[in-house]
Every structure is written in C-alpha cells, then in structure tokens.
C-alpha cells in the first residue's frame, strides 16, 4: 500500500462517523427515554423533527396512533456517512480527472504547436532575406512536418514560394530588360537633340520643338530610372543627394507646355532648399505627376507650388475631386470621369512615396480645387536657406 493511500484512510477513519444501520423497531409511542424532550404533534397533524445526538443524526416523525403519541425514528448517520463517502470520492475523481485532462491537453497541444513554432521559424529565417532573388529559391520540405493538415499546409507553402520567387524572377527581368532596351534609343534622341539645338540657322519654331523632344527625352531617362528602382525589392544603393528644388523646376518646365492657350500661371515659392538623401529620379516622379494633374483639371488661375524644409505643397483652382472617389483615389486603374489618363499616375505616386518615406494628403472637394501636400521625413533632409 502506497503512502498516499494510507495517509487517504487514516484521514477518512478521522473524519467519518462510526456507522450505524436502522434500528429494526423504528417506531415507538411517546414518551422515549431517549427522546424526553420529544413533544407529542397536535391531534390529527404530523410533524418531522431532526435531533443530532452526540455522533447520532435521526429524523423524527411525530403523529398519533390510535389516538396516542406516536414516534417514527430514522436514523440518518448511516446514510449520512455514504453520501459523505461518495462526495468524497467524487471530489477525489473530479481531481484526478482534472490532473489527468491537464496533463494529455498540454501533451497534445504541444505536439500540435510544436510543428507551427517550428515552422513560423523557418518562415521567418527564410523571408529575413535581404533580396529574395539572391540565392536559391524559397523551399520548404513536408518531410519534416508531421503528415497531417500542417504537412499539407507546408506542402503548399512550398509550392507557392516557388511560384512567387518565378513572378519575381520575372518581374525583375523584365524591368531590367525594358530599362536597358529604352536607354539606349532614349539616349540617341536625347543626343540628337542637344546636336540638332546647337544649330543656329534653325527657326525659333524648330528650336522650340526640339528643346521640348530634349527635355521629354531626359524625361523619359528619368522616368525608366525610377521604374527600375521601384521594381528592386532592396533599398537605395549608394548614398543618393536630391535637391528637391531643381527637380520643382524642371517638373514645372516640363508641364508648361500644356497650358498652352489657357488662362493658368504656375508660382513657385521656395522657402527653403530642402536636400533629400532620395534618387533625383523617384522624387521627379511624384512632383511631375502631381503637377501633370494640377495642369490637366485647372481650366483657369494659378497653380501654386510651396517648398519648405519639410513639406512640399501644391495647390490649384481646378475642378477638384469628388468626395466619392477619395477611397480609392490611389489604386491602379482608377480614374474620375474627366480623366483622359489610364488611371495609373496616384497609384505611381502613393508606391514611389511609400519606397521613399514621404507622406501624401490630398484635400479636395468637387468644384473648389486640390490641395496636394507631400511631408518628407525629419531626419533625411539637409537644409540651406535660399
């Protein structure tokens, strides 16, 4: 016999009653020697009284018989000492079922999260790469998961991990191969160009034209320079310095041209002469393309551009924007209805300024103009008064 168990009798011996089974003669008239104090019930009632005596529970119940005091008397100590025995039990079970429910659930459902840490771990490790490209494909092996609904789950990760590195392989080729195929003819026009400018018995007509190819063409380089960028999944390479006023300038330059016979002026007030630690290519994207909005919805006034230390701020009187569009104003492919575009030049804006940082607020209502502001990090600018 274990410990436990003798110290469980010992306990039980101390703590149950001695047992006594019902007299075999329960009934007796009144009066009882042992139950003096017993009053008799009035006549034609009955009552029940319980008595403890010492170690003795009993239940009395008290009527007449054949017109006498008459006592029947159970003795509840037996019965007493079984349903104390069985609550007992029951809460010595109830225990041990618990320990032992417990215990198996925190078996199982370590050997279920095992398997998961494990493989949140691998996950983790393997995505912490700085460029997924380089090395070998993403690959995650079932054999090493139990085989059950988390091998399959690992069984398809696997799968689509080298679905995702094929899309990006891709991506990534053929953002590479555009920019290196439209550099070069790009170069060449910008080159004859500038040759082309040089000549001076050319008219004032032509010359206008071909300053205006030479400057979309630099454009164009310009424009292939930050889509490469974007499409790299890594940071900036070197150590880039933009300052965010000449690109101001040439992007006005360029969207001059398409004011043409409208009554719209563009203002240009640089407070300060912000220098961003950003690819002069990616900055001209966003201020090009929100300046190339400002000038198609502004049928008449003036388009004022602000630069400061921090903030880029670019206000015009044109149609404005519906309130209705505001929710999806940044995705690809949305446009209002007076667009002419495809719907791709916000979406362009809202990616570049993520890759770079900045913050973009647009404000608008139909009818009273858009206010555009563009907020640059703290910490990456150097700045110099004007």
């Known amino acids: 016999m274990s410990r436990w168990t003798a110290s469980a009798i010992a306990w039980r011996a101390t703590r149950t009653p001695c047992r006594h089974r019902p007299p075999s003669s329960p009934g007796h008239f009144l009066p009882i020697p042992e139950f003096r104090f017993l009053a008799p019930a009035e006549p034609g009632q009955q009552r029940i009284e319980r008595v403890v005596q010492g170690d003795r529970d009993y239940s009395i119940l008290l009527a007449e018989v054949d017109d006498k005091p008459y006592a ?65 494909p993403l690959t995650f092996s079932p054999d090493d ?11 398809g990760l696997d799968q689509f991990a080298l679905r995702l590195h094929g899309f990006l392989e891709r991506e990534s080729y053929f953002a590479a191969d555009v920019s290196h195929e439209l550099r070069t003819p790009v170069a060449i026009i910008r080159g004859a160009a500038e040759v082309l400018i040089e000549y001076p018995d050319l008219p004032d007509v032509i010359q206008q034209r071909l300053r205006t190819i030479h400057r979309q063409a630099v454009r164009m380089g310009q424009i292939l320079d930050a889509m490469l960028h974007l499409a790299r999944e890594g940071g900036e390479e070197g150590d880039p310095a933009c300052a965010i006023a000449e690109v101001i300038y040439d992007a006005v330059a360029d969207c001059s041209f398409s004011l043409a016979g409208r009554p719209v002026s563009i203002s240009v007030e640089v407070l300060e002469r912000a220098i ?20 198609s919805y502004t049928r008449e006034g003036v388009i004022a551009v602000r630069l400061d230390g921090h903030h880029l701020e670019i206000v015009d009187s044109g149609i404005g924007i519906p309130e209705d569009r ?36 647009i404000q608008s209502r139909s009818g009273t103009g858009t206010r555009v502001s563009i907020t640059f990090p703290e910490q990456s600018s150097n700045n110099f008064s004007k």
Not at 277 to 295: F, G, K, T
Not at 336 to 356: K, N
């Open 276 to 295: 961003l630690p950003v690819e002069r290519s990616m900055a001209y994207v966003v201020v090009s393309n929100i300046l190339r909005n400002a000038c």
């Open 326 to 361: 505001f929710p999806a104003l940044f995705k690809r492919l949305d446009k209002g209805e007076d667009s002419s575009g495809f719907g791709l030049g916000l979406s362009i804006v809202s990616r570049v300024a993520e890759r770079l940082g900045w913050t973009v607020d």
């Open 72 to 136: 029947l008397i159970y003795e509840r100590t037996y019965v007493n000492a079984i349903l104390s025995d069985l609550a007992f039990y029951l809460h010595l079970g109830t225990g041990l079922m618990t320990l032992f429910s417990f215990l198996l659930g925190t078996y199982l459902a370590r050997r279920v999260v095992r398997p998961i840490g494990k493989l949140l771990g691998e996950v983790s490790e393997k995505t912490a790469r700085a460029n997924l490209l380089a090395g070998p």
């Open 145 to 155: 998961y139990p085989n059950n609904e988390i091998g399959r789950l690992v069984l």
